[in-house]
């Protein structure tokens, strides 16, 4: 039986946690929630809690703001980013069911 810890998407981390582990501050992560850029389950009592997935997400945000990036802006790439691999993962799926096709016309 696989644990939390191997599942990257169980929130297992707390603000201060993760604000500790890529050296920002708390107050950037609520700020980052509160602009729907990476936006963490939450506790039964309403705490943040992060999974490994949201913990990468938020170093690749600090990453762009670094380089001057609006929260805005990023939360743009991120939702362009993500309907991107959605098309292409369509496009995957389109491609085999048509190479299964041809090869059902082909017998």
């Given at each position: 039986m696989p644990l939390p810890l191997d599942d990257e998407y169980a929130p297992l981390y707390t603000?201060?946690?993760?604000a500790g582990?890529?050296?920002?501050?708390?107050?950037?992560?609520r700020r980052v929630d509160s602009e729907q850029v990476v936006q963490p389950a939450r506790s039964d009592g309403g705490q943040r809690r992060y999974s490994r997935l949201d913990i990468a997400c938020v170093q690749r945000v600090t990453e762009m703001a670094g380089e001057g990036m609006t929260l805005a802006g990023i939360r743009r790439i991120l939702v362009l980013e993500a309907e991107v691999a959605e098309l292409k993962r369509r496009l995957e799926a389109a491609k085999h069911k048509v190479a299964r096709t041809a090869k059902r016309a082909d017998a």
């Open positions: 603000v201060g946690q993760v582990m890529l050296g920002v501050q708390p107050a950037f992560l």
